[in-house]
């Protein structure tokens, strides 16, 4: 961060958050190392502004393919429909405007990390909102029609996420959904070892991050 950073990042998070980010990015330049906040939500929808302007659903591989053409940025996914993963999208008219991905399986989220949780939860993940429509509560949409559907067709499960420690946005975002914070996780690798941790609130919710023997996710 330069000093105009600093001042905004100051301004907006606070002092204590940000001296814990400068801490993280030093850290973060000598060994790779992160830390995750973990959150479960009850199955009841919550309630909100609906996107109106919008339709929700779930959609195919094919549907999801042609909608991520427009997107900028690596948004293939066809590992996720392989293995039976729903997502949910938005649209504006004929154009898929935002997207999260639902699955039931422990999922590798790097070259070598698995992200674990027990069968009893479903782990929302991958969520992404075209930055125009964006402050619309369109992945509150997508979560809520996750929802309705998995009622309807007596599916009902806790929905399980993450985000990094620091990324403050993605917190606050995360509160919309009434998402309980259960606790930490965090890796740490050095000289050809990978560490990790679990808080005691992961433990008891059954989540962790583990080596993988699968290989990485590939579109």
Not at 11 to 33: C, E, K, N, Q, W
Request: hydrophobic share 40%; charged share 25%.
């Amino acid at each position: 961060m330069d000093s105009a950073q600093l001042f905004r990042h100051t301004s907006r998070h606070g002092f204590y958050r940000t001296t814990l980010a400068y801490s993280y990015t030093a850290l973060r330049r000598l060994v790779d190392v992160e830390f995750m906040r973990v959150y479960v939500a009850e199955e009841s929808p919550t309630t909100g502004p609906e996107a109106a302007d919008y339709v929700t659903r779930c959609v195919t591989d094919t549907e999801y393919g042609a909608g991520a053409k427009a997107f900028q940025g690596e948004h293939q996914r066809k590992w996720a429909f392989d293995r039976g993963d729903r997502c949910f999208a938005n649209f504006d008219g004929d154009q898929m405007v935002g997207y999260t991905f639902y699955g039931l399986h422990s999922t590798v989220v790097s070259d070598d990390l698995e992200f674990r949780f027990p069968e009893k939860l479903i782990y929302a993940y991958a969520s992404f909102t075209q930055p125009a429509h964006r402050g619309r509560r369109l992945a509150l949409a997508r979560a809520n029609m996750r929802k309705f559907v998995d009622q309807e067709a007596g599916n009902e499960r806790r929905v399980v996420w993450y985000v990094v420690a620091d990324d403050y946005a993605a917190r606050a975002a995360g509160r919309l959904f009434g998402g309980v914070l259960v606790g930490y996780l965090g890796y740490a690798k050095f000289r050809g070892r990978t560490l990790f941790f679990a808080s005691p609130g992961c433990k008891r919710a059954g989540v962790s991050l583990a080596l993988s023997f699968s290989p990485p996710n590939v579109n």
